[in-house]
């Protein structure tokens, strides 16, 4: 196969050479047309890699190849997608032994697969492609696919493999059979409904795992407030962890529903009081926050998790998300007693683990409180991202305490007293 070369500007060297996976549009020759999807060699330098064609957006070539790797040039075959799978699965092999049967199976460019995720859910895997070039029967991406999908259904006991065209588009199967209305599956031996035809993302959010456990870890005896909080996962682990209650606030009615329902699912764990303990709120949080945080049902909160939606979809987004979350964390902030913990959640690839920081500082300041950093953490290990790919670390989470709160905050709480 004679494959196109395309020279880039000699500066991209570096950061080709380092391994970040993608060429953006600005950087290839004007004027280049390709079949979207189809295999093309990029160089820069002396550098040269193996990537594919995208014919629309600001990423023209993801690159899957590059560098030390024998037979960098040549479209990978059978056994480069196998062993690429197999490293994969191979770093997620404890997971199941947790507990956890529901988690990333390949993050795209951090598994060296660039613009395709799988998720598993029990025996079902959902793969989502963020190039279109996937989509193109005919396409050498969709060929990688294909490659992709038959060595999962080699390598784990699957009974589907499913793809979420994304947009409101109805469920795909690729492989094997389609998945029941309604699945439940386990994280750290908790069990979750995801529904895979009308879920948000694939099913579940699988990337805050982790930080669910932390939540438990820090629960006991507090009143939690989980603020836009889809299926009340954040809500589910706080009340195992004893909680003295949660309450779930989200714009989403029917998320609020399966929330009330993973609740009574993990009744044996949470205790016979499990429905009395939760409660659910159905209000707009972006639109005025301090007022739902003062509402009777919430006010009182010692522990509040905080897990917007992603804020800015492109660069020219990212001031108005910036502001969005300072005033989002300064009035969770001023609502918290004195030893009130918040677990504050950015999902905004725009936002850099460093800008959240800095955002956090200025919502303290808005809010008039003083608070310890107890916790600061981003990708578990599903969601692997190169070190040469700082656009990959879209998701970041921070847990902080309140040491001096606001002046007419609430006092004395089980919190307070730690
Ligand atoms: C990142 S998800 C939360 C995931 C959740 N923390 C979990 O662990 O499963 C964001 C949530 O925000 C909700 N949402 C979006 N806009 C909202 C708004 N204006 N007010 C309240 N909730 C909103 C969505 O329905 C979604 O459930």
């Known amino acids: 196969m004679k494959l196109q070369t395309l020279q880039l500007p000699a500066r991209l060297e570096g950061s080709l050479a380092a391994g970040h996976p993608w060429v953006y549009r600005d950087h290839v020759p004007v004027g280049t047309a390709l079949p979207d999807g189809a295999w093309v060699r990029v160089a820069a330098g002396r550098t040269t890699a193996l990537g594919l064609w995208a014919a629309a957006g600001a990423i023209a070539v993801r690159v899957v190849r590059r560098g030390a790797e024998p037979d ?41 697969l660039p613009g395709l995720t799988v998720d598993r859910y029990g025996r079902f895997a959902v793969l989502q492609a963020y190039a279109a070039g996937y989509r193109r029967a005919d396409s050498d991406a969709a060929a990688l696919q294909r490659e992709v999908v038959l060595a999962l259904t080699r390598a784990l006991p699957l009974k589907g493999v ?37 879920g948000q993302k694939t099913g579940l959010f699988l990337d805050h795992r982790e930080h669910r456990a932390l939540v438990r870890a820090h629960a006991r005896d507090r009143r939690v407030a989980n603020l836009f909080a889809y299926s009340g996962a954040f ?49 707009d949080l972006l639109h005025d926050p301090a007022a739902a945080l003062a509402e009777p049902a919430v006010a009182g909160s010692d522990l509040i998790v ?113």
């Open 235 to 283: 809500s589910v682990y706080a009340l195992a962890g004893g909680a003295a209650r949660a309450i779930d606030v989200d714009l989403a009615a029917a998320a609020l529903r399966d929330a009330e329902r993973n609740v009574a699912a993990n009744a044996d764990v949470i205790g016979a009081d499990a429905g009395a303990r939760h409660a659910t709120l159905r209000r």
């Open 72 to 112: 960098v040039l040549t479209p990978p075959d059978r056994a480069w997608v196998e062993a690429t799978v197999g490293r994969a699965l191979h770093l997620r092999a404890n997971l199941e032994a947790a507990g956890s049967d529901a988690y990333r199976l390949l993050y795209g460019e951090g598994d060296g």
């Open 306 to 418: 905080l897990d917007p939606p992603s804020l800015a979809r492109h660069k020219g987004q990212r001031h108005g998300a910036l502001r969005a979350y300072r005033r989002l964390n300064a009035a969770a902030l001023a609502a918290l007693p004195a030893g009130g913990l918040l677990a504050t959640a950015s999902c905004t690839a725009q936002v850099s683990p460093e800008a959240f920081r800095s955002v956090l500082a200025e919502a303290a300041g808005e809010a008039r409180v003083e608070a310890q950093v107890l916790h600061e953490s981003g990708h578990a290990l599903d969601h692997p991202v190169p070190l040469a790919f700082p656009e990959g670390r879209y998701l970041k989470f921070v847990l902080l305490r309140v040491t001096q709160p606001r002046r007419g905050a609430p006092s004395a709480t089980a919190g307070a007293r730690r």
């Open 162 to 198: 499913l793809a979420t065209p994304g947009g409101g588009e109805p469920l795909q199967v690729l492989w094997g059979e389609g998945p029941p209305a309604e699945l439940t599956v386990r994280e750290h031996g908790l069990r979750f409904l995801a529904n895979l035809f009308v």
